[in-house]
């Protein structure tokens, strides 16, 4: 079925509130289907007109578009075999065009969802037999769990470790799913970590940043496989500055950044 720029051609069927600023949205396709790929994503768009919700900031001042649909690109959670819904975990920037209009939807709620899956940030190019360290700051997780729920755990040879960021505990999506994975599989690692541990101080785990930790001396215990080029591949994703700097971290560990046809094991989607 084809649809128009301009038309809602999908339902939200659940919103599960991870916090007041982070939210795990699932959709279902009005024609029931979307492709994808673990770790690819799509469009997300509400019309101009839409409500924001009241304690946004002001929205950035911009021309008016010709295309009164705001779309924006977001990477899809749900596992590739997961059928019947596509899944979302989105942030909210407050003062930011889409995403305080994304958080007016409630079950029920209409919104369009492109209707092709893109991108390049997935296991495509990973041998089978390689290790895999995923980082990720914020929802820069979604394109991991994808991966996750499409049973890349289930070939035994392979280690996973995922290293996930962000500025409190309460802000650690997935956190219950990502600690049973890895109480049952021994080849998956979580490790969660807190910037902001002042004002979290129940928090008992790693905490600051992560790029710092990629220099650790226990990174390769951590991770259970050794993190260095040739013998693994890192994924990267989130937010841009952390991306630039555990970048640089990791060219002096020898991985290489695939280029065009050339491959290379490290693998970056920066999220603005
Ligand atoms: C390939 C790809 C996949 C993405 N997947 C996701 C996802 O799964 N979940 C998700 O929440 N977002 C994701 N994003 C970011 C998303 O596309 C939007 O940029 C984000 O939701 C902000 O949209 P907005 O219209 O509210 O803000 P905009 O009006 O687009 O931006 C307002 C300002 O905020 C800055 N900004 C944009 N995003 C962020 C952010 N996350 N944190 C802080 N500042 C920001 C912009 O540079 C701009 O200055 C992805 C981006 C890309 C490129
Ligand atoms: N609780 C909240 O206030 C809250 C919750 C969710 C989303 N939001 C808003 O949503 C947007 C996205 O937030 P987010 O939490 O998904 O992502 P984020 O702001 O990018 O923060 C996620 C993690 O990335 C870290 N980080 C920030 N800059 C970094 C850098 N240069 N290098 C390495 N690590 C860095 C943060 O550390 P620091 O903590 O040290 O910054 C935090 O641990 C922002 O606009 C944010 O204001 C706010």
């Given at each position: 079925?084809?649809?128009?720029?301009?038309?809602?051609?999908?339902?939200?069927?659940?919103c599960?509130?991870?916090?007041?600023?982070?939210?795990?949205?699932?959709?279902?396709?009005?024609?029931?289907?979307l492709s994808?790929?673990?770790?690819?994503?799509t469009?997300?768009?509400?019309?101009?007109?839409?409500?924001?919700?009241?304690?946004?900031?002001l929205e950035?001042?911009?021309?008016?578009?010709?295309?009164p649909?705001?779309r924006?690109a977001?990477?899809?959670?749900s596992?590739?075999i997961?059928?019947?819904?596509?899944e979302?975990?989105?942030?909210?920037?407050s003062?930011g065009?889409?995403t305080?209009?994304?958080?007016?939807?409630?079950?029920?709620?209409?919104?369009f969802?492109?209707?092709?899956?893109?991108?390049?940030?997935t296991?495509d190019k990973?041998?089978?037999?390689?290790h895999?360290l995923?980082?990720?700051?914020?929802?820069?997780?979604?394109?991991?769990?994808?991966?996750?729920?499409?049973?890349?755990?289930?070939?035994?040879?392979?280690?996973?470790?995922?290293?996930?960021?962000?500025?409190?505990s309460?802000?650690?999506?997935?956190?219950?799913?990502?600690?049973?994975l890895?109480?049952?599989y021994?080849?998956?690692?979580?490790v969660?970590?807190?910037s902001?541990?002042?004002d979290?101080?129940?928090?008992?785990?790693?905490?600051?940043r992560?790029?710092?930790?990629l220099?650790e001396?226990?990174?390769?215990?951590?991770c259970?496989?050794?993190?260095?080029?040739g013998?693994?591949h890192?994924?990267?994703?989130g937010?841009p500055?952390m991306?630039?700097?555990a970048?640089?971290?990791?060219?002096?560990?020898q991985?290489?950044v695939?280029?065009?046809?050339?491959?290379?094991d490290?693998?970056m989607?920066?999220?603005?």
């Amino acid at each position: 079925m084809r649809v128009s720029k301009f038309e809602y051609n999908a339902t939200v069927i659940e919103c599960i509130e991870v916090t007041g600023e982070i939210k795990i949205y699932r959709v279902r396709m009005d024609d029931g289907h979307l492709s994808f790929k673990a770790g690819q994503y799509t469009m997300l768009g509400l019309l101009e007109d839409e409500p924001r919700i009241p304690e946004a900031a002001l929205e950035e001042e911009v021309e008016q578009a010709a295309d009164p649909m705001i779309r924006r690109a977001y990477s899809i959670s749900s596992g590739s075999i997961q059928a019947d819904y596509i899944e979302f975990y989105v942030s909210l920037v407050s003062n930011g065009a889409l995403t305080p209009r994304l958080f007016t939807m409630r079950k029920g709620s209409r919104l369009f969802v492109g209707p092709k899956a893109k991108g390049l940030f997935t296991l495509d190019k990973v041998p089978e037999e390689s290790h895999v360290l995923m980082v990720a700051t914020g929802t820069g997780l979604a394109p991991y769990i994808s991966m996750l729920r499409s049973r890349v755990l289930a070939d035994f040879d392979r280690k996973i470790a995922v290293l996930h960021g962000a500025s409190y505990s309460w802000d650690l999506g997935y956190r219950r799913e990502l600690e049973s994975l890895s109480a049952s599989y021994t080849n998956f690692s979580y490790v969660p970590v807190v910037s902001r541990p002042k004002d979290d101080p129940s928090w008992g785990g790693r905490t600051g940043r992560l790029p710092p930790i990629l220099d650790e001396d226990g990174l390769d215990e951590l991770c259970g496989f050794p993190i260095s080029g040739g013998k693994c591949h890192v994924f990267l994703c989130g937010n841009p500055a952390m991306i630039e700097d555990a970048e640089q971290r990791l060219l002096l560990k020898q991985f290489v950044v695939g280029k065009g046809r050339e491959k290379g094991d490290l693998h970056m989607e920066k999220y603005w």
